[in-house]
């Protein structure tokens, strides 16, 4: 089992920046890829940028060039730098993992709110 607990949600305005954590514990090494997803009212949970074991990176289209993950696996930890954000990334984040053996683990959640 993986345990994922997230933070650094909040409030800014637009043009502003947050950076959101989620700390991995528990079985560490079946993770293969970590990633965020998130999911504004009204709509389904989208993929916004994932990580895997071996760095490698994708990003939502709509998030190219403003947001940027990263991985320390020291501190079994990920990163979600998000720049130049929009009211439209309004939404609650949600950080996940997916293992080697293809379980999929949630965190419960952070709200970022963007104000015009």
């Known amino acids: 089992q993986v345990q994922l607990v997230e933070s650094g949600g909040g409030l800014v305005q637009a043009g502003g920046s947050l950076r959101l954590s989620c700390a991995a514990s528990?079985?560490?090494?079946?993770?293969?890829?970590m990633g965020w997803y998130r999911q504004a009212p009204g709509k389904q949970r989208e993929l916004v940028a994932f990580i895997t074991s071996g760095g490698t990176t994708n990003y939502a289209d709509s998030v190219k060039g403003r947001f940027t993950i990263s991985r320390d696996n020291a501190k079994n930890t990920e990163y979600l730098e998000m720049n130049s954000l929009k009211p439209e990334d309004t939404a609650v984040y949600y950080c996940?993992?997916?293992?080697?053996?293809?379980?999929?683990?949630w965190g419960q959640g952070t709200q970022v709110t963007v104000s015009s």
């Open positions: 528990g079985s560490i090494a079946s993770i293969y890829s």
């Open positions: 996940n993992t997916v293992t080697y053996s293809r379980l999929v683990y």
